[in-house]
């Protein structure tokens, strides 16, 4: 896979994009934000493979699963108006149909389609499957480790701007006010997995979040760039005004501690 390839990707990406746009142009504002995050997961991939040292050609092919990677969102989109898997389709899976249909990966070798839809298919996933040969972990740590990173901006974006209150579906229409689950709670601080059928109320949702930083990061280099973007401080002030201070304090106080001794721990290694 080259660059030339990369760039023709990028125009083949693009016109499929334009598709989903009305006769004056314009996406639909959930799937601009979508378009969006595939450029800031495109963008964190880049930062995350140079932290860490990746050869040049295995970064082209790195580019390529991250632009690739949410393909199944706007068709998702378009025929249920949700991003809940759970209620429309597995949005990863839609992808790999996708990219399969329109032959995107046309002119790249057997190995590199292979890595490519398996790192696209693995990406949401609740973990990365046991036994998977080091390339195709390496690659899909990869784009699930940019993924949260741009999420992470996403969402303290859309406080910021008032999408969140504009556009509810993007955390699944929860309800805005009430007490985490102590379940989810107590996965958060412990960086475990969590089943999102658990989830029950927009603070839930930011704990997912949270428990990335505690479990759910890969990389060093994404670790280091969520700690020096403040990503623990923004949901814990957030938290504190949905729910109060006092009920994620101990979650969070020991989710800033997980953080600091990895990031001492990779240090060292």
Not at 133 to 154: G, P
Not at 243 to 250: L, P, Q, V
Request: glycine share 6%; charged share 30%; proline share 3%.
């Amino acid at each position: 896979m080259t660059d030339e390839f990369i760039v023709a990707l990028e125009r083949r990406y693009k016109d499929y994009v334009d598709s989903f746009r009305d006769a004056s142009g314009v996406l639909p504002e959930m799937l601009e934000l979508k378009l969006r995050h595939t450029r800031g997961v495109v963008d964190a991939a880049a930062l995350i493979m140079s932290g860490e040292g990746w050869p040049a050609a295995d970064c082209v092919l790195g580019h390529a699963c991250a632009l690739l990677h949410d393909t199944g969102r706007y068709s998702q989109w378009q025929e249920f108006g949700t991003f809940q898997d759970s209620r429309s389709v597995d949005h990863a899976q839609r992808a790999v149909e996708v990219i399969t249909r329109e032959d995107w990966l046309a002119g790249s070798s057997t190995a590199e389609r292979k890595m490519v839809l398996a790192t696209v298919a693995l990406h949401n996933r609740r973990d990365v499957p046991d036994g998977l040969d080091a390339a195709t972990s390496a690659y899909a740590h990869l784009v699930r480790d940019a993924d949260k990173l741009d999420i992470f901006r996403v969402i303290e974006t859309a406080v910021e701007d008032g999408m969140l209150e504009r556009n509810p579906e993007m955390t699944w229409r929860l309800p805005m006010d009430g007490a985490p689950a102590p379940e989810i709670l107590r996965a958060a601080a412990a960086g475990d997995t969590m089943d999102y059928a658990q989830v029950q109320s927009l603070a839930d949702f930011i704990l997912i979040q949270i428990g990335w930083l505690a479990g759910g990061l890969n990389y060093r280099t994404t670790l280091r760039l969520a700690a020096e973007r403040n990503v623990l401080e923004f949901r814990e002030a957030f938290l504190g005004r949905l729910c109060g201070r006092d009920t994620i304090k101990k979650c969070c106080d020991d989710v800033r501690e997980r953080m600091k001794r990895r990031l001492a721990e990779t240090e060292t290694a």
